[in-house]
């Protein structure tokens, strides 16, 4: 979610101007695991990034999300991809929005096993998490009473976090799906509890990415937010999921789900202290 800082500007500048009143917490999605494992885009090391193949290697290896990535076709389809453009991750070009569902099915993703796959759509993602790993949704371009009606029709309403990137979103999830967890980042800008407790007031969250001053990992676990940091990076290795897992956080989001489950497993990490909520 590399692009997710510039989208966050937008929804950060603009909260006081939202005001929700105080309300109670969604659940999150249950883990049986205490420290939580969120495979970014799938496990892609080979299997193409938002791939259903990418999905099921995080199933096999065992992780509690597989993160993944929503827009919509010019038609109105939901399909899984990350960036704006097929340019990257096809062997096609243009945007998303600009072609239609049987443009893109005549597609192929980009693999490195030299294996066919297909671009996904959302509904075929569901299916194949349903009662076996959590989504946690990372919503670029959709329409909200689409996706949850989605997710409804798949019986997957109890196995989704939704990262939102705009405060449009915000509102439309909570309007719409009030008891759909919800994430996002924290302004930077907060460096106190009071700060923290007016935004968290103003737009309540259930789970962030985030931690805008080390200072503040009491008051957040204090309001019963969940914080799952992204380390997926170019060096990703231990020395960096340990100075995530100091920060004493819930889980994190990776591009190495197979090692990091193993340097857990090993390490007797698993079942960490910090569980998530129920």
Not at 22 to 27: C, F, G, M, S, V
Not at 167 to 182: C, D, F, G, H, N
Not at 247 to 274: F, S, W
Request: net charge negative.
């Amino acid at each position: 979610m590399n692009d997710k800082t510039s989208l966050l500007t937008l929804l950060f500048s603009c909260f006081v101007l939202i005001t929700f009143g105080q309300r109670t917490t969604a659940p999150l999605p249950k883990c049986k695991n205490g420290f939580i494992v969120i495979a970014h885009r799938g496990s892609h090391l080979i299997k193409p990034e938002n791939s259903i193949a990418s999905i099921e290697e995080a199933i096999d290896l065992g992780a509690d999300y597989v993160e993944i990535d929503l827009r919509t076709s010019r038609d109105g389809h939901l399909v899984l991809m990350h960036n704006e453009t097929v340019d990257h991750m096809t062997n096609g070009k243009g945007r998303i929005q600009d072609l239609s569902l049987g443009e893109l099915g005549k597609l192929t993703l980009n693999a490195k096993d030299g294996h066919t796959y297909k671009l996904p759509l959302f509904k075929e993602a569901l299916n194949a998490c349903k009662n076996r790993i959590n989504i946690y949704l990372d919503f670029k371009e959709a329409d909200v009473p689409q996706a949850y009606a989605e997710i409804k029709a798949a019986g997957m309403e109890k196995q989704v976090l939704v990262y939102i990137n705009t405060t449009a979103q915000y509102k439309s999830w909570r309007a719409i799906v009030p008891e759909m967890p919800l994430m996002s980042g924290l302004p930077k800008e907060i460096k106190t509890k009071e700060e923290l407790d007016s935004f968290l007031d103003k737009m309540p969250l259930e789970a962030t990415d985030c931690i805008p001053d080390p200072r503040l990992m009491t008051a957040i676990r204090e309001k019963g937010l969940c914080v799952y940091l992204d380390v997926q990076m170019v060096d990703e290795n231990p020395v960096k999921w340990k100075i995530a897992m100091d920060k004493e956080v819930q889980g994190v989001q990776t591009d190495h789900p197979e090692a990091l489950i193993r340097y857990l497993q090993t390490n007797h990490l698993r079942n960490g202290l910090n569980a998530a909520r129920p």
